[in-house]
T-cell receptor, first 115, second 112 residues
Framework: NAGVTQTPKFRVLKTGQSMTLLCAQD?????MYWYRQDPGMGLRLIHY???????AKGEVPDGYNVSRLKKQNFLLGLESAAPSQTSVYFC??????????????FGPGTRLTVL | GDSVTQMEGPVTLSEEAFLTINCTYT??????LFWYVQYPGEGLQLLLK?????DKGSNKGFEATYRKETTSFHLEKGSVQVSDSAVYFC???????????FGSGTRLLVRP
């Protein structure tokens, strides 16, 4: 049982390049989330999904797109990377959407640097 | 809006010392409160949680009590170990929200 996995672990991009981060979970969770972690700011929600084929914006969605074509996968895309997107990206999943009582399980993170 | 404030780190302690990491929150209604831990090179994992006032969450020797009157959820451990060195995040989830709101994190370093 791998839990939540993320690919790649590290990436360096040049400004304007594009890339896709892959998140996969094997727990049959309905909800999936993408966060970014910046120094001194904790984690901020970028986008989330309440089920296969659905996506929604979180707190800081600008410059990112997402897709959830399969229940177990949640992709985060950067169409034209900017230095402000240098961050550590975390994917998470939960069985239900109720953060109030439901536990979110996190992946190991992807460290992205945009030059 | 809802927010979480944590004490800034790093917090450096000797092994077997008492640990307190302060966390206060601002939220409407009755949020649930969480502590997550991030070990070096890993993702976040849930350490403990409390879903209503006066509840105490506990796990691996860590404890935190949901204090509505002081809007706090301080993390404590009576005797820390080197293996507790990590970054600790306080978080909340609102009354009807899926979303977790995180504090900025507190790095703990425990020396032998």
């Amino acid at each position: 049982n791998a839990g939540v996995t993320q690919t790649p672990k590290f990436r360096v991009l040049k400004t304007g390049q594009s890339m896709t981060l892959l998140c996969a979970q094997d727990m049959n969770h309905e909800y999936m989330y993408w966060y970014r972690q910046d120094p001194g700011m904790g984690l901020r929600l970028i986008h989330y999904s309440v089920g296969e084929g659905t996506t929604a914006k979180g707190e800081v969605p600008d410059g990112y797109n997402v897709s959830r074509l399969k229940k177990q996968n949640f992709l985060l895309g950067l169409e034209s990377a900017a230095p402000s997107q240098t961050s550590v990206y975390f994917c998470a999943s939960s069985l239900q959407g109720g953060g109030r009582t439901d536990t979110q399980y996190f992946g190991p993170g992807t460290r992205l640097t945009v030059l | 809006g809802d927010s979480v404030t944590q004490m800034e780190g790093p917090v450096t302690l000797s092994e077997e010392a008492f640990l307190t990491i302060n966390c206060t929150y601002t939220a409407t209604g009755y949020p649930s409160l969480f502590w997550y831990v991030q070990y070096p090179g890993e993702g976040l994992q849930l350490l403990l949680k409390a879903t209503k006032a006066d509840d105490k969450g506990s796990n691996k020797g860590f404890e935190a009590t949901y204090r509505k009157e002081t809007t706090s959820f301080h993390l404590e451990k009576g005797s820390v170990q080197v293996s507790d060195s990590a970054v600790y995040f306080c978080a909340l989830s609102g009354d009807s929200s899926y979303k977790l709101i995180f504090g900025s994190g507190t790095r703990l370093l425990v020396r032998p």
